[in-house]
């Protein structure tokens, strides 16, 4: 079988793909190769954020803009500029050894910030290749890192500057073909409420 796991790990019909191979194609028993793949995220800065969306020009307020377009931007795992600003938390879980059924789901995950400046949540892929965790493919956002996966990065309405310990509850769901993921509030007596991002 071809490589069928996308940036956002579910974009290229893999838990279909799964399924349907499953009932018609392998042997009570056949490894599945990765055996469980995962849906990473943590807080970030990306120094580019500020370029990517729209703001004053010309003194002509265009940010209202940036809800017309996509909720999130892919950027490639080693880009210049990007620095996590919490450690990561598993999002979501898809065990294909099973060989499913993997419906439609909905989640939350809380996000601890370290301190800095946040500009957004950044989802990347983690992979389990034999389900025992001997073998693992992550491409977590660091400097030096090679991938041809890019990670997806979902901006917050305005960025914030976080003090360590404060913390971010995130919502996500899926459909089976792609997973959103967006921003419910921030935990912080000095910190207003954070927009949805998506």
């Not at 056949?30 to 969306?53: K, N, S, Y």
């Not at 500029?81 to 419906?103: A, I, K, N, T």
Request: with cysteine; charged share 25%.
């Amino acid at each position: 079988m071809q490589e069928i796991i996308s940036n956002d790990l579910l974009g290229e019909a893999v838990l279909p793909a799964i399924e349907d191979a499953t009932k018609r194609l392998l042997k009570p028993g056949a490894r599945m190769i990765p055996a469980v793949v995962a849906a990473q995220v943590a807080l970030i800065e990306d120094e580019e954020t500020g370029r990517r969306r729209m703001a004053t020009t010309s003194g002509f307020d265009l940010s209202d803009f940036n809800h017309l377009g996509a909720p999130f931007y892919r950027t490639a795992p080693d880009q210049k500029g990007l620095s996590l600003r919490s450690e990561p938390v598993e999002l979501m879980r898809f065990d294909l050894q099973s060989g499913g059924p993997f419906p439609s789901s909905r989640t939350t995950a809380t996000l601890t910030a370290n301190g800095g400046r946040v500009t957004g949540i950044v989802q990347w892929l983690k992979m389990d290749m034999d389900d025992k965790g001997d073998l693992i493919y992550e491409n977590r956002p660091c400097t030096g890192i090679k991938s041809c996966w890019a990670v997806r990065v979902f901006p917050l309405d305005q960025p914030r500057d976080l003090a360590p310990g404060t913390t971010v509850r995130i919502g996500a769901q899926h459909d089976r073909n792609t997973i959103m993921i967006w921003c419910d509030g921030v935990d912080a007596a000095a910190t207003a409420t954070a927009t949805a991002v998506a």
